[in-house]
């Protein structure tokens, strides 16, 4: 009778659990210790040109550390904050955060430079969404890439700390870095996290979020 | 007959698209299981170099549209010379020519700290940034060349194969500084170029990367 399918145990090698399976080291045999890397592809979003928000739900227990790649995130008007908030037990993303924010600029005619705390753009105890770039510009070659680090978003214990570090265009050409960190200072877990542009569309660019094992 | 070759639909578990086969939690079955998403492209080793160089489609190296997201890890990097001009760690990105002479505009600022409690800042560093400029960036100034001194940190490049956006980049690493002390760098900045930038290449400002090792990965996002 012919086999119609292999089962777990049909291989020479001893199964282990949540362990992948490939060739040893002399290529030889067969071997159960594979562990995927740590840094797992969880998903993505890729703009359509047009969209209010960029939302992530799949937030929780699985991981302890969360980490969000932008890249090339364009607003449909000039001069516009790319931001992010965290929902935290209802459908609104309104965590209560506290911030520092500080950045660091140059612009392309060599007339300018800084490395300066910004207390416009920092939170206390605020609801508000958290800058993490500011006056993007909106020339079809201007955008924002950076990654945001969201720790152990599921802790009812403790305060969720997160650590981004974005840079940009700004509308007057300027290079400009912007280094966030912060907490959501609530011991609800954070199950959501949404980007959007302060006012306008975010018309191009990818979020992709990945699990640290 | 005896079956002499398995194939993807051998197996007891429901094929799944670029996913590899794992045994499952328990251990008592299979299951489709998911690959790291920083996957190793190039790993390149400097004795007495004149430069390390990641080309796209030579050695091996991958550097095109195959990744959104590039990370270039830079480990003890150590200089042939100290003082004069040979004491620059820095990068250039190439852009469609033989050259690696992008137009570039960052920002760059450091914090320092000597070895005896001395020193402690942050500062802006105008003299280290770049202005729509064509010269290699630099990423540690000042290094110490002492044989247990390096410099060592980690390059992100963002979407280098677009042809619609300009190419932002990050750097943050440390060095020992020729004064006897650590040098925290952070340096950012864009290509300000709409071509790809299809090859990367470091080097020291003069004198050769006398050791260390800088290593490519590829931040897959499926």
Redesign the interface.
């Known amino acids: 009778m012919?086999?119609s399918?292999?089962?777990?145990n049909s291989l020479n090698v001893t199964?282990?659990?949540?362990?992948?399976?490939g060739f040893d080291s002399g290529a030889d045999d067969l071997e159960?210790s594979?562990s995927?890397?740590?840094?797992?592809?969880i998903s993505?979003f890729t703009s359509d040109g047009s969209d209010d928000t960029a939302t992530f739900t799949n937030i929780d227990s699985t991981y302890k550390e969360y980490v969000f790649?932008c890249?090339?995130l364009?607003p449909q008007t000039d001069s516009r904050e790319f931001q992010v908030n965290f929902r935290d037990g209802s459908t609104a993303y309104d965590a209560t955060k506290t911030t520092t924010y500080f950045r660091?600029?140059?612009?392309?005619?060599?007339s300018a430079?800084?490395?300066s705390y910004d207390g416009n753009n920092d939170e206390a105890q605020s609801t508000d969404p958290q800058y993490l770039s500011s006056s993007v510009g909106a020339d079809?070659?201007?955008?924002?890439?950076?990654?945001l680090h969201l720790f152990n978003p599921s802790s009812t214990t403790f305060v969720k700390h997160f650590i981004s570090?974005f840079?940009?265009?700004t509308a007057d050409?300027?290079?400009?870095?912007i280094y966030v960190a912060g907490y959501c200072n609530v011991t609800a877990a954070i199950d959501g996290v949404q980007f959007t542009f302060r006012t306008g569309e975010i018309q191009?660019g990818?979020i992709?979020l990945?699990g640290i094992n | 007959m005896a079956?002499s070759k398995?194939n993807y639909n051998?197996?007891?578990v429901t094929p799944v698209a670029s996913k590899?086969?794992?045994?499952?939690?328990?251990?008592?079955?299979?299951t489709t299981?998911?690959?790291?998403?920083?996957i190793l492209i190039k790993t390149l080793t400097a004795s007495s170099s004149a430069n390390l160089s990641f080309v796209n489609g030579s050695s091996d190296v991958v550097l095109d549209d195959t990744y959104?997201?590039y990370k270039f890890l830079c480990i003890n990097c150590h200089p042939s010379q100290q003082g004069g001009d040979g004491d620059e760690f820095s990068v250039g990105f190439r852009d469609g020519s033989t050259a690696y002479d992008a137009s570039k505009?960052?920002?760059?600022?450091s914090s320092v700290h000597g070895e005896d409690g001395s020193g402690g800042a942050?500062?802006?560093r105008?003299s280290h940034?770049?202005?729509?400029a064509t010269g290699f960036q630099t990423l540690a100034v000042d290094m110490d060349a002492d044989n247990d001194t390096q410099v060592s940190g980690e390059l992100?490049l963002?979407?280098p194969s677009?042809t619609?956006?300009?190419k932002?980049?990050?750097w943050r690493g440390n060095h020992v500084h020729s004064s006897a002390g650590i040098q925290d760098t952070?340096v950012?900045?864009?290509c300000?170029v709409?071509a790809a930038i299809d090859a990367v290449q470091f080097k020291m400002s003069a004198g050769d990367i006398d050791a260390g090792v800088i290593k490519l990965y590829g931040?897959?996002?499926?």
Do not use: C, R, W
């Open positions: 012919a086999i399918k292999l089962n777990f199964p282990t659990a949540s362990k992948g399976i159960a594979f995927g890397g740590s840094m797992v592809f993505k790649v890249t090339n364009h660091a600029y140059h612009d392309e005619a060599d430079t800084t490395l079809a070659d201007q955008s924002t890439s950076g990654i570090t840079n940009h265009n050409d300027y290079s400009q870095v191009g990818t992709t990945y | 079956i398995f051998s197996f007891n590899a086969l794992a045994f499952n939690s328990d251990a008592d079955g299979f299981a998911s690959g790291s998403s920083m959104p997201v505009t960052s920002t760059f600022f942050v500062a802006y105008d940034d770049q202005a729509n992100t963002f979407n677009s619609t956006f300009v932002h980049f990050i952070y950012a900045g864009y300000n709409t931040i897959a996002d499926s």
